[in-house]
């Protein structure tokens, strides 16, 4: 113990065999039905995600990437539009608006919080502008009454990406509807995540709902008739075999992220660190726990040397990103996204993490923020 003991950041190994038993039997059940596309595993999962997420529908994809694309194609955004989306993210929120053929418009997140900051995005509406996609980062949800007005005042649509945020609350309402259509990953590192890629979408939204159906299953309603240039990207029976299991059980293990944050907060509030914001509004999901300061590479290091592992989310902004060099997207002022990228650091967090592993972090963290400040 104590010295050698490392400090997984998220043990998805643990997580597996807390369920083993009843994730063995969902596998089981599913691949034994002789049916593995479509079918009774998806249409289950999807009615109990959406009633989950107090939304009225819920269409099973890929994974969350394409979650994010076909809620801009349902929507029409396409060549030449604006999508505005945070510029401190994941680089998938990006990609999908480029996916489309628009054009992503960094907003810069609300000082002291790392979500898009409505009041800001207002000056960066033009004619060309489609949509607002906000980001509920690290498990922390944005706030989708001041989006939703936002996008009302200018008729703007809302796509959320909700990677981030299974169970998460505005108000007292589940991130699910309040946008046009909320995206989803359950990449086996997320709140609710598969043993594999998966992903889904939710809408209160009928047109919605069917278009992007049609649209992942290659434009196609009935099979062999192709009424649009559709994609292949749909949920598997067994990941969602799987999913139907493990949304049993995410709002314990939600709330044993949320005790984690807790502990960390009240043992490291002393120090001379950032720590995360929750608005009074928000219930947050914890799917990430990140502090923020000037001597991050330090304070990684020593957690490193440790034995405790340590992740940064992100550590280049979608702005530097090589992959957005040929549009010049570097040369855009965007000082908290660059900030960020060089300050945030995400602590170990997650279902199965040891209260000995939680005071072996804070108590690292709490000698090498003193030393290095004093
Ligand atoms: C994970 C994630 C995605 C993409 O999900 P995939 O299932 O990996 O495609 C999109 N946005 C955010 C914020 C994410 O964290």
């Known amino acids: 113990m104590g010295e050698s003991m490392t400090v997984p950041f998220l043990d998805l190994k ?19 039905s002789g049916w593995y596309i479509g079918g009774a595993e998806v249409e ?19 994974n969350g990437l394409d979650a994010l694309i076909l809620a801009l194609r349902a929507l029409d955004i396409g060549a030449g539009d604006e999508v505005l989306v945070p510029s401190h993210t994941f680089i998938a929120t990006w990609l999908a608006v480029s ?26 509406i033009t004619s060309r502008t489609k949509a607002i996609l906000p980001v509920h980062l690290y498990g922390i949800p944005a706030d989708m009454d ?46 609710l995540g598969a043993l594999g890629d998966a992903g889904a979408i939710t809408t209160n939204d009928t047109t919605i709902a069917q278009r992007i159906r049609k649209l992942g299953n290659y434009g196609s309603s009935v099979k062999y008739f192709n009424e649009e240039r559709g994609i292949n990207s749909r949920l598997d029976p067994i990941q969602a075999a799987i999913l139907a299991v493990k949304l049993k059980h995410l709002d314990a293990w939600n709330t044993r992220r949320e005790n984690i944050a807790q502990h960390y907060t009240r043992a490291l509030a002393h120090l001379p660190i950032t720590l ?22 330090l304070l990684h290091a020593s957690l490193t040397k440790a034995d405790i ?11 530097l990103q090589r992959a957005y060099m040929d549009v010049g997207a570097s040369k855009l002022s965007l000082p908290l996204a660059e900030r960020y990228a060089n300050e945030v650091l995400s602590l170990p967090i997650g279902p199965q993490l040891d ?3 939680v005071e072996k972090v804070i108590s690292v963290v709490a000698d090498t923020s003193t030393s290095t400040n004093s």
């Open 355 to 357: 209260a000995e592993h």
């Open 99 to 124: 996916a489309v053929g628009a054009i992503p418009v960094p907003v810069e997140p609300i000082s002291g919080s790392y979500n898009l900051d409505a009041a800001s995005a207002e000056a960066y």
């Open 146 to 191: 001041a989006i939703c007005q936002l996008a009302k005042k200018h008729r703007l649509a809302v796509v959320e990406d909700a990677a981030q945020a299974h169970g998460a609350k505005v108000r007292g309402k589940r991130i699910g509807s309040h946008g046009d259509v909320v995206a989803w990953s359950f990449y086996p590192g997320k709140n």
């Open 309 to 319: 592992q340590t992740l940064i989310h992100y550590p280049v902004p979608p702005h």
């Open 276 to 297: 995360p914001q929750v608005p009074a509004w928000a219930e947050a999901v914890w799917h990430l726990y990140v502090i923020a300061t000037p001597q991050r590479d």
């Open 14 to 32: 643990a997580s597996y065999n807390e369920l083993a038993a009843e994730l063995d039997t969902a596998v089981l059940r599913a691949s034994r």
């Open 44 to 62: 289950t999962f999807e009615a109990e995600f959406a009633a989950y997420t107090q939304a009225k529908y819920c269409v099973g994809v890929g």
